[in-house]
């Protein structure tokens, strides 16, 4: 086992088994949408047409009531979140299938940028998804060695509501 991933690891490990049975997520590590392997971010245009994307998805080291997303910077999503930082959420598969009972999940997001807070996100998500993340990582630096600039990075920090939106698939009925 590689010795530099493993404090990572431990510390998503241990945010995952600290759960609190029964009680409303206020940690990301307690909302249903922690086990997702990927997640449908939904972001808005300034024309409220919605853009849908798959991404990993995983709960913050840092501020354990946020998820962290790693994304190249000044795309379409970091674009779209700069004029609005409403967003909806869906478990996914890998090219961004959702399944017809997946519920919807509502929530606020940010982008930092400042490299610490950068930094902070990459960990969150190398913690959950392991070489898959790192080899990105891998890719930058090989791409500089051989001259190819790597792109500029971007974390989103998400606030997700802990009941998913009424009407979707597995929400509560209403009473």
């Not at 080291?61 to 999503?77: N, Y």
């Not at 959950?128 to 500029?152: C, E, M, N």
Request: net charge positive; with cysteine.
């Amino acid at each position: 086992m590689d010795g530099a991933g493993w404090p990572a690891r431990a510390a998503y490990a241990d945010a995952m088994d600290e759960s609190n049975a029964g009680a409303a997520p206020g940690r990301a590590a307690d909302h249903p949408l922690a086990s997702a392997r990927y997640v449908a971010l939904t972001t808005f245009r300034r024309t409220g047409v919605a853009v849908t994307t798959p991404v990993w998805f995983a709960p913050s080291l840092d501020e354990p009531g946020s998820f962290a997303i790693i994304s190249v910077d000044e795309t379409g999503k970091t674009k779209r979140l700069a004029h609005t930082d409403r967003v909806e959420l869906q478990a996914c598969n890998v090219r961004g299938g959702i399944e017809p009972s997946a519920p919807t999940f509502r929530g606020t997001a940010r982008v930092v940028r400042d490299a610490a807070d950068v930094a902070s996100v990459r960990r969150a998500v190398v913690a959950k998804y392991g070489f898959q993340a790192r080899f990105s990582t891998i890719a930058d630096r090989v791409g500089g060695v051989v001259g190819i600039r790597p792109a500029p990075r971007a974390g989103i920090l998400v606030d997700v509501e802990p009941a998913p939106v009424a009407g979707s698939a597995t929400a509560a009925p209403d009473a």
